[in-house]
């Protein structure tokens, strides 16, 4: 039976699709000989944080996106929804840190229909690291798991070549040293709720200031059995500074000695308006 | 220019390793199984507390070293493989098999993974044994040690082991290797976790840092 408009190297095969390396190396190869380099790709540059106290789980995570020494994204999210009571925090490489935690989510929703049972944080974990194991490490995703099942609160570190530790608090990123520090220095088992956001919160902020790849907000993410409390935005520890002084030059400071007005015949072929994030 | 304003910490992209200081020795009746406790990813260490004796099954423990991903990834594995291969049998199975099925993923894989297990535990058959795996061989021994700080008491566990210790002198003869060896390896530290295994079962014990024996240390 033949199907309109489809052939059979179109029908999707599911994964990662490697077509385009061939063409991506011929690609570098030209350009490094003119002397250019290759466009590499975005770290998040990154503080992700993790505890376990009395009631459930805490994530935290920062909100500045790199791209080498330029602020890409001010406040980008770093912690994504698996499962209703099962959130991940994703450092790395911004876009394997995105996609894995979007298949991770799907692939948690089929099983737990399969198996009709709540998503167990193990699961979570097990599927994450045998898919980075599987890719060697070449999927630059470094990743906090958490959340609340039927066996409690648990948080896990999954590491882009598939090894994973479990404890009851955790850093990771580029701010990581700065972030560990902290809860060293801090952490008791069974915090009470307010203690335990103060402590992310305090650790995160040592990664925003002690590390030029974090910056910008303090995001919060606390899973209890009951309720899920995604505070984004939860503190700016860096605000905005304000300018002392007009910089404005009255207009008439310099004379206009000659004025040329030249209309252009412009239509208007199409208006979109895309609103900015600029908070 | 910027390398030096925003240097990356090359953990942030090195592979985890475990580098460590794993023991395994038998006694008459049994075995124990020692390790450290430090992963290391460079020169930061990302999990001071891991426990590296990781069971196989009831009376079937392994030592995990070398890269954490490849070992853990190996001993799920032959988990698995030996809860499917005693449901076969219809019996708890015997330390040879699950060594010869990590022995197989070593050898098959060998340029692909870096890790080293030590596999020991107790069965009916020939009781407490033994067996490392290195790069994909498989002997039997009266005691195994590996890891990075395995190198630093070569001479002490030649010179320390006797054949048919008790249990308690086997505990003690592991600790003892293992403060020396992270004493003096800077890969390995942390806490000492030891795994006693004989025909009643396996115990799991931690010995903190501060309650390890003291030798010489100025």
């Known amino acids: ?279 | 220019m910027s390398e030096e304003l925003f240097p990356e910490p090359e953990w942030l992209s090195e592979e985890v390793k475990t580098g460590t200081t794993i023991i395994a020795v038998t006694f008459d009746g049994g075995v124990v199984l020692g390790s450290d406790s430090r992963v290391s990813a460079g020169e930061a260490v990302v999990n001071r507390v891991m426990n590296k004796l990781s069971p196989l099954h009831d009376k079937i423990y392994c030592a995990l070293s070398g890269s954490a991903a490849d070992a853990q990834t190996i001993a799920e594995i032959v988990n698995y493989q030996l809860d499917v291969h005693s449901i076969e049998v219809e019996d708890d199975p015997l330390v040879c098999s699950a060594a010869t099925l990590v022995k197989n993923i070593s050898y098959k894989y060998k340029e692909e993974l870096s890790a080293h297990l030590i596999v020991a535990g107790w069965d009916k058959k020939k009781g407490g044994q033994v067996y490392a795996t290195l790069s994909g061989l498989l002997t039997s021994q009266p005691f195994a040690i590996g890891g990075s700080g395995s190198f630093y008491i070569n001479g002490f566990v030649d010179a320390e082991y006797r054949k048919n210790m008790t249990k308690r002198e086997c505990q003690e003869f592991v600790v003892n290797a293992l403060t020396l060896a992270m004493g003096r390896d800077g890969s390995s530290g942390g806490v000492a976790y030891v795994v006693t295994i004989d025909k009643d079962g396996a115990e799991e014990k931690c010995v903190l840092g501060n309650e390890l024996p003291k030798f010489f240390d100025q």
């Open chain 1, 1 to 279: 039976t033949a199907v309109l408009g489809l052939k059979n190297a179109d029908t999707p095969t599911g994964g990662f699709s490697f077509e385009n390396t061939r063409r991506n190396a011929v690609l570098e190869a030209n350009l490094s000989e003119k002397g250019y380099s290759a466009p590499n790709a975005r770290k998040t540059g990154t503080t992700i944080a993790g505890l376990i106290f009395k009631d459930g789980v805490i994530l935290g995570a920062d909100t500045r996106a790199t791209d080498d020494m330029v602020v890409a994204d001010k406040n980008c999210m770093k912690i994504h929804y698996i499962a209703p009571k099962i959130y991940c925090c994703g450092a790395g490489v911004a876009a394997d840190a995105e996609v894995t935690t979007q298949m991770m989510s799907s692939n948690v929703e089929l099983h737990s229909l399969s198996t009709g049972r709540p998503p167990l944080v193990a699961m979570v974990t097990r599927q994450l690291k045998q898919m980075l194991f599987r890719y060697q490490g070449h999927i630059g995703s470094s990743l906090i798991v958490g959340g609340v099942d039927v066996n409690g609160p648990q948080l896990y570190s999954v590491y882009p070549h598939g090894s994973y530790d479990k404890l009851p608090f955790l850093t990771m990123g580029s701010g990581a040293a700065s972030a560990v520090s902290v809860f060293e220095d801090r952490y008791k088992p069974n915090m009470e709720l307010e203690e335990a956001k103060q402590l992310v919160r305090d650790a995160i902020t040592a990664g925003i200031f002690c590390d030029l790849g974090s910056g910008s907000n303090v995001d919060l993410c606390v899973i209890t059995e009951k309720t899920v409390d995604y505070l984004r935005g939860y503190d700016q520890p860096v605000q905005k500074g304000l300018r002392e002084g007009t910089y404005r030059y009255k207009p008439g400071t310099t004379a206009v000695l000659t004025k040329t007005v030249t209309p252009l015949p412009l239509d208007v072929v199409d208006e979109s308006v895309q609103v900015m994030d600029t908070e």
